[in-house]
T-cell receptor, first 114, second 113 residues
Framework: AQTVTQSQPEMSVQEAETVTLSCTYDTSESDYYLFWYKQPPSRQMILVIRQEAYKQQNATENRFSVNFQKAAKSFSLKISDSQLGDAAMYFCAYRSNTGNQFYFGTGTSLTVIP | GAGVSQSPSNKVTEKGKDVELRCDPISGHTALYWYRQRLGQGLEFLIYFQGNSAPDKSGLPSDRFSAERTGESVSTLTIQRTQQEDSAVYLC???????????FGSGTRLTVV
């Protein structure tokens, strides 16, 4: 089975600053999808951004962008101009092009300091 | 509905009792997933439904766990003879097509006392 590793259990960032959350994954497949989800205290998992492995261009959604390094199997999330509302658990997830399930990392707890 | 709806939001049950958790996916979403999230941990896959195909039950931790879904409608996850280690948040998600991100519900927090 694929594994997803988030090596930073906790991160903090000053409001308005930039922070990068790390994610690596292990797979033998060439075609797959990668996602970042945000889980605030409300428990609702919210899709932040997604990346198709066949696309070389890094995905961007407003203040959120990724650095996708396919050869290194790395998928980091950059949050620019951090806001208090960005404070949450962030989960990296992998999905095969053919599989039924997502594989999630163990999460990174992000604190935003006012 | 507009989102994935789960009920109850919270459930406290005595050890040994059966519980039933409900998930109402987004209308038109053919795929439905159940995940378990223990306190401070990541998401653990339980079961996946895709339309009328046979479900992928590979993540169910024991035969005390079962789930049903009729067509593309509501799903129920049943845990029989609950144990304290079953205490967790149970998240349901649905998606419209392969490669689409999941839309999650807010989960059911199950506490077994």
């Amino acid at each position: 089975a694929q594994t997803v590793t988030q090596s930073q259990p906790e991160m903090s960032v000053q409001e308005a600053e930039t922070v990068t959350l790390s994610c690596t994954y292990d797979t033998s497949e060439s075609d797959y999808y990668l996602f970042w989800y945000k889980q605030p205290p409300s428990r609702q998992m919210i899709l932040v951004i997604r990346q198709e492995a066949y696309k070389q261009q890094n995905a961007t959604e407003n203040r959120f962008s990724v650095n996708f390094q396919k050869a290194a199997k790395s998928f980091s999330l950059k949050i620019s101009d951090s806001q208090l509302g960005d404070a949450a658990m962030y989960f990296c997830a992998y999905r095969s092009n053919t599989g039924n399930q997502f594989y999630f990392g163990t999460g990174t707890s992000l604190t935003v300091i006012p | 509905g507009a989102g994935v709806s789960q009920s109850p939001s919270n459930k406290v049950t005595e050890k040994g009792k059966d519980v039933e958790l409900r998930c109402d996916p987004i209308s038109g979403h053919t795929a439905l997933y159940w995940y378990r999230q223990r306190l401070g941990q990541g998401l653990e896959f339980l079961i996946y439904f895709q339309g009328n195909s046979a479900p992928d039950k590979s993540g169910l931790p024991s035969d005390r766990f079962s789930a049903e879904r009729t067509g593309e409608s509501v799903s129920t996850l049943t845990i029989q003879r609950t144990q304290q280690e079953d205490s967790a948040v149970y998240l349901c998600a649905s998606s419209a097509y392969l490669g689409d991100g999941y839309t999650f519900g807010s989960g059911t927090r199950l506490t077994v006392v």
